[in-house]
């Protein structure tokens, strides 16, 4: 799998933290609103899904994959 992107972990770790703090139930959409933040876009409704379900159950859960549309290699300027 190699190594992955810091702001995808940075994202699950938002989100476990707003769990732990009671912010959101719905971990899903809370992911995707930070990896919107992060300006990360992904269609992989499957891959927020679980993720969203090991956060639930890991409040240290370090991601094990990326979204099937996830481009590491993204530009940050043209």
């Known amino acids: 799998m190699g190594r992955h ?4 972990q940075a994202a ?3 989100t476990s933290v707003a769990k732990d703090a009671h ?3 719905d971990l899903a959409g809370y992911l995707r609103e930070q990896l919107a933040e992060r ?3 992904t269609t992989d409704d499957d891959w927020v ?7 639930d159950a890991d409040p240290n859960y370090m991601i094990e994959d990326e979204p099937s549309d996830f481009d590491a290699e ?5």
């Open 23 to 25: 912010q959101t139930d």
């Open 39 to 41: 300006e990360i876009e």
């Open 5 to 8: 992107n810091s702001d995808l």
């Open 12 to 14: 699950v770790d938002a």
């Open 74 to 78: 993204r530009p940050d300027s043209a």
């Open 49 to 55: 899904r679980r993720t969203a379900e090991r956060i």
